[in-house]
């Protein structure tokens, strides 16, 4: 299996989609939430909404932190239970610790270790690697090579071993915020246009968003709904744009699995050693 992977990534490889040629016949949107270890308010209802409205997402969740509670079955029952036969929604590995700038092998052991819990917690594989805080080098794209993922999402690394997901807008507006953790306010909804509208009209085809659901609540934990509203609008702002709403793995598989070439970054280094 691992030699097929490498040989299709050796494959892809060979020619890059550049900008303005077109690898759907839609615009795509990957809506990325970070940080799910249990069950919130937040991710309730983003899940409920995802469902009802027919949007594609991927969770990033942190296997360390479930472990970190004693792998409370409660919560691999109430995550199972919230994404149970759901098609639209990929979950992701999330790492934890800093990986830029580690060793190969440390990293390999780190992000191996994360692997396995979320195969043990989940019961499946996963395809897709969240980098922790943004934080990979081309190690890290390796070693997730290494372990079989398809994709990462995080920081731009030159000659990736892998295809990058960057982000390409935030939800949360961190330049405004100084209060807790969390307790941070989202883009207003007509820079959210704005931005958007300027990746509508390029020549780009991904517009990968970044959130953290346990921000559509307030500081009580309940939700939130002017955060709620911005987001609803955003979703039917990009609805009347006909994209398509596709997850991380989606997306890798349009690309690297449909007879097209990559368009994500250079893997100069795919497939070798």
Request: hydrophobic share 35%; proline share 3%; net charge negative.
């Amino acid at each position: 299996m691992k030699a097929i992977i490498l040989l299709i990534l050796a494959i892809a490889s060979i020619s890059e989609i550049t900008a303005g040629q077109k690898i759907s016949d839609k615009k795509i949107v990957i809506i990325r939430d970070d940080d799910v270890f249990k069950l919130e308010p937040g991710l309730e209802w983003l899940t409920t909404f995802s469902v009802n409205n027919n949007i594609n997402i991927t969770y990033a969740v942190i296997p360390i932190l479930i472990a970190s509670k004693n792998v409370d079955k409660t919560i691999i029952d109430n995550l199972t239970k919230l994404i149970d036969n759901r098609n639209n929604i990929e979950l992701a590995t999330h790492g934890y610790d800093v990986l830029g700038g580690l060793p190969y092998d440390v990293q390999y052991s780190l992000i191996d270790n994360g692997t396995k819990l979320m195969e043990q917690y989940f019961g499946s594989r996963l395809y897709t690697f969240i980098s922790p805080h943004g934080s990979c080098d081309l190690n890290t794209t390796k070693a997730c090579r290494d372990l079989g993922y398809h994709s990462i999402s995080g920081i731009a690394v030159n000659d990736s071993y892998l295809p990058n997901f960057l982000t390409n807008f935030y939800w949360e507006d961190y330049s405004i915020s100084n209060l807790p953790n969390y307790r941070i306010q989202h883009i207003k909804f007509s820079t959210f246009v704005s931005m958007f509208d300027r990746f509508y009209n390029s020549s780009n085809e991904i517009y990968v968003t970044q959130m953290h659901h346990a921000t559509w609540c307030n500081q009580s934990g309940e939700i939130n709904t002017t955060q709620i509203k911005i987001f609803e609008n955003s979703i039917a702002y990009m609805k009347s744009k006909n994209v398509e709403f596709m997850t991380m793995e989606q997306a890798y598989r349009l690309i690297y699995l449909d007879s097209s070439p990559t368009y994500f970054v250079n893997c100069q280094n795919a497939g070798g050693n």
